[in-house]
């Protein structure tokens, strides 16, 4: 079963459909220019449809439909069927004992794919607390929720996950049983590890598409820098993670009340410092007082 491109002809076991030409080249075949390199592109004359192909076209039978059937085993199947009642489950036991799925944890957009990661700290509440399954995660779904109004430059992003981490501690320490603390600083370091894997998958990905610009448009020097950049992110020596690592080290102290000021005097100390970035860091303070009111 195949659906193949080909300029040379086809094979008694296959049909031909001829493609319309614009323009052709000297051997027939439509031209176009790319907008990109302006350099010549050939098309294609042909197209070669598989009987195969024909047969399920005609037969209206879905192409997803027909990949399931061929390439999934009984006992694939079987697994894949298992593996997703396991999914289910664990998001039951997770969430059992009065938490609902309705919770805003879990119903933002914003916050959903990382309901899982914090969904059990419901069930490890201390006898004591005084604080309830929902609000408990509604407080968690609060802190992750929070973003800044309008634009962020990767130092105040690198401010905002560090104060974010520190909220989540704040609710570990106070409100979940000693016998689970371990596990809730899993959970945490394992969101800000997350955090910090899709900035860098980003920034990558950044640096990926201004290469292979320089190498469509000829611009070497372009394409070297990118590459450059390519290599210090795969050495954790890119300017965004040098950046994000001095902004830990000033919020690694216990008092994040002085973080702040740490920050501000990071940032005039810099020669990109912004204004907007300032008003960033005035805006993330003020959500931090507002938290601690909150937390009692």
Same mark, same amino acid.
């Not at 593996?83 to 664990?90: H, Q, V």
């Given at each position: 079963?195949?659906?193949?491109?080909? !300029?040379?002809?086809?094979?008694?076991?296959? *049909?031909?459909?001829?493609?319309?030409?614009?323009?052709?080249?000297? !051997?027939?075949?439509?031209?176009?220019?790319?907008?990109?390199?302006?350099?010549? +592109?050939?098309?294609?004359?042909?197209?070669?449809?598989? &009987?195969?192909?024909? /047969?399920?076209?005609?037969?209206?039978?879905?192409? !997803? &439909?027909?990949?399931?059937? $061929?390439?999934?085993?009984?006992?694939?199947?079987?697994?894949?069927?298992? /593996? +997703?009642?396991?999914? #289910?489950?664990?998001?039951?036991?997770? *969430?059992?004992?009065?938490?609902?799925?309705?919770?805003?944890?879990?119903?933002?957009?914003?916050?959903?794919?990382?309901?899982?990661?914090?969904?059990?700290?419901?069930?490890?509440?201390?006898?004591?607390?005084?604080?309830?399954?929902?609000?408990?995660?509604?407080?968690? @779904?609060?802190?992750?929720?929070?973003?800044?109004?309008?634009?962020?430059?990767?130092?105040?992003?690198?401010?905002?996950?560090?104060?974010?981490?520190?909220?989540?501690?704040?609710?570990?320490?106070?409100?979940?049983?000693?016998?689970? =603390?371990?596990?809730?600083? /899993?959970?945490?370091?394992?969101?800000?590890?997350?955090?910090?894997?899709? $900035?860098?998958?980003?920034?990558?990905?950044?640096? $990926?598409?201004?290469? #292979?610009?320089?190498? $469509?448009?000829?611009?070497?020097?372009?394409?070297?820098?990118?590459?450059?950049?390519?290599?210090?992110?795969?050495?954790? *020596?890119?300017?965004?993670?040098?950046? #994000?690592?001095?902004?830990? *080290? %000033?919020?690694?102290?216990? !008092?994040?009340?002085?973080?702040?000021?740490?920050?501000? @005097?990071? %940032?005039?100390?810099?020669?990109?410092?912004?204004?907007?970035? =300032?008003?960033?860091?005035? /805006?993330?303070?003020? =959500?931090?007082?507002?938290?601690?009111?909150?937390?009692?």
């Amino acid at each position: 079963m195949s659906l193949s491109v080909d !300029n040379t002809g086809y094979s008694s076991s296959q *049909t031909q459909i001829n493609a319309p030409s614009a323009g052709a080249s000297s !051997n027939g075949d439509p031209v176009k220019i790319d907008p990109l390199t302006g350099k010549t +592109i050939e098309l294609p004359t042909s197209i070669k449809v598989s &009987e195969e192909t024909l /047969a399920r076209w005609r037969s209206a039978t879905p192409l !997803n &439909e027909t990949l399931s059937k $061929e390439t999934l085993s009984k006992e694939e199947q079987e697994k894949l069927t298992l /593996a +997703i009642r396991d999914l #289910r489950n664990d998001v039951i036991t997770r *969430t059992s004992s009065g938490v609902s799925l309705n919770n805003l944890l879990f119903r933002d957009p914003i916050t959903s794919s990382d309901g899982l990661t914090f969904s059990s700290w419901a069930n490890n509440i201390k006898a004591d607390s005084g604080i309830s399954k929902e609000d408990l995660l509604t407080l968690v @779904h609060d802190v992750l929720a929070y973003g800044f109004a309008n634009q962020q430059s990767n130092i105040t992003s690198a401010m905002q996950l560090s104060v974010k981490k520190a909220e989540l501690t704040a609710i570990k320490d106070k409100y979940l049983d000693s016998s689970y =603390q371990q596990q809730a600083e /899993a959970a945490i370091n394992s969101y800000v590890n997350q955090k910090i894997s899709d $900035e860098d998958t980003i920034g990558k990905a950044l640096m $990926e598409g201004e290469y #292979r610009i320089g190498i $469509e448009v000829g611009d070497t020097a372009r394409a070297v820098w990118a590459q450059s950049q390519l290599q210090k992110y795969d050495a954790g *020596t890119s300017d965004l993670q040098v950046k #994000r690592q001095q902004i830990f *080290t %000033l919020a690694s102290g216990g !008092n994040v009340d002085g973080w702040f000021d740490s920050f501000s @005097h990071y %940032l005039k100390a810099s020669s990109y410092g912004s204004d907007w970035e =300032q008003q960033n860091i005035n /805006a993330l303070q003020n =959500q931090w007082q507002q938290f601690r009111q909150r937390l009692g």
